[in-house]
């Protein structure tokens, strides 16, 4: 039986601090990406483009950073959610195994906040495996509302036997939102809460690995002043049974 490694990460368009003291960090995610080691990479708040930062700092990279995080040999795929004066940003995935397709659907719930899901179908030792990476919005009522487009997402777009993961920034204080995502048939490691938010000094956990058609098999986060440094959110790693 084979372990699938699946880690989410929201990289903070790859800047921390603010104003002038604001620092570029996106070198040193990329070293972490590699870190994580796992199969399959979901990220949110990634830049395509931002034209004022790019100004701002000498060393922003040349490539959308979907593309600058990619390890050797990994595949990437990127969706914009949000578009801005400046730029824009959305979720991408990075992949051990070969990509088959990509989908995106619009999960934007108001006029003030800009989401989406990007879905990615990967093949896994000749098994199709969906992916689907997720940055719920911030309001209670607007995330039950997303998880029940996701619900529809799903029962259209995937077919019924098919191994399923969903990955991301769920914003879930409490973790609320479990009930709603086991009436969808998706389950995660349930065990002991892996706080991930904020990086500094973790007191919730906001992000989230759940899968239909596989078995959890554990989850952890890595923790130290290297990982608070990169992100305002820690990355979460979980392990599948295949």
Known sequence: MSILRVATYNIHKGVQGLGPVRRLEIHNLGHAVEQLDADVVCLQEVRKVHRTEERYFTRWPELPQAEFLCPEGYFAVYQTNARTRHGEHGN?????????????????????????????????????????????????????RQIEQLGRYIEREVPKKA??????????????????????????????????????????????????????????????????????????IADFKL
Not at 106 to 129: C, I, K, T, Y
Not at 131 to 142: C, R, T
Not at 187 to 200: C, H, I, K, L, M
């Open 92 to 144: 991408a995935l990075l992949s051990r195994w070969p990509v088959v397709s990509q989908g995106h659907e619009d999960m934007s719930d108001h006029r003030f906040e800009q989401r989406g899901l990007l879905h990615v179908q990967v093949l896994v030792n000749r098994r199709q495996v969906h992916v689907i990476v997720l940055h719920l919005g911030l309001i209670a009522g607007s995330r039950l």
């Open 163 to 236: 191994p399923v993961v969903v990955a991301g920034d769920l914003n879930d204080w409490g973790a609320k939102l479990r009930p709603a995502m086991n009436k969808l048939g998706l389950q995660d490691f349930a065990g002991e809460r892996v706080n991930t938010y904020p990086s500094r000094l973790p007191i919730t956990q906001l992000d989230f690995v759940y899968a239909r058609g596989m078995k959890p098999a554990g989850v952890h986060a890595p923790r130290g002043r290297i990982w608070w440094r990169m992100s305002d959110h820690l990355p979460l």
